[in-house]
C-alpha cells in the first residue's frame, strides 16, 4: 500500500519560491507519480506528474516554466519546486499516485485516476 506525506508548504510574497517534499513508501514502479492542488470551493487540478516507467513528465497548464517535479528513487521522494509563485497558486498541495499509469492521457485525466494521495501541505501566496 502508497503512503505519501507532504512537506514543505508555507506562506510567500509574490514572486517567492517553494519546495515541496513527499515522503513515498510502498513499491510505485509503473505507477505515474505527481502534485495535484486544490482550492477552497475549486476542483482538484492536476499540476505535475511523473510517469516512473521512464520518467516521462507531463504538466498541467498552470506549470510550464514556473513549476519543476522531479524524484529521488533512492530517497524514495518526490519533489515540486515552485518559482514566481502567484496569488492564485494559493490552495493545498497534495503529493498523489495512480498506479495505473494514467498520466499518459494527461493530467488532466491522471487526477482523476487516483489510487493514493497525502494529507497535503498548505500553500499561500500573498500579493
Known amino acids: 500500500q502508497v503512503q505519501l506525506v507532504e512537506s514543505g508548504g508555507g506562506s510567500v510574497q509574490t514572486g517567492g519560491a517553494l519546495k515541496l517534499s513527499c515522503a513515498v513508501s510502498?513499491?510505485?514502479?509503473?505507477?505515474?507519480m505527481g502534485w495535484f492542488r486544490q482550492a477552497p470551493g475549486k476542483e482538484r487540478e492536476g499540476v505535475a506528474v511523473i510517469n516512473t516507467n521512464g520518467g516521462r513528465i507531463y504538466y498541467g497548464d498552470s506549470a510550464p516554466g514556473r513549476f519543476s517535479i522531479a524524484q529521488d528513487n533512492v530517497k524514495n521522494m518526490l519533489y515540486l519546486q515552485m518559482n514566481n509563485l502567484k496569488p492564485e497558486d494559493t490552495g493545498t498541495y497534495h503529493c498523489?499516485?495512480?498506479?495505473?499509469?494514467?498520466?499518459?492521457?494527461?493530467?488532466?485525466?491522471?487526477?482523476?485516476?487516483?489510487?493514493?494521495w497525502g494529507q497535503g501541505t498548505q500553500v499561500t501566496v500573498s500579493s
Open positions: 510502498g513499491s510505485t514502479y509503473g505507477y505515474c
Open positions: 498523489a499516485a495512480d498506479r495505473r499509469a494514467t498520466c499518459v492521457y494527461g493530467v488532466g485525466t491522471w487526477v482523476n485516476h487516483l489510487d493514493a
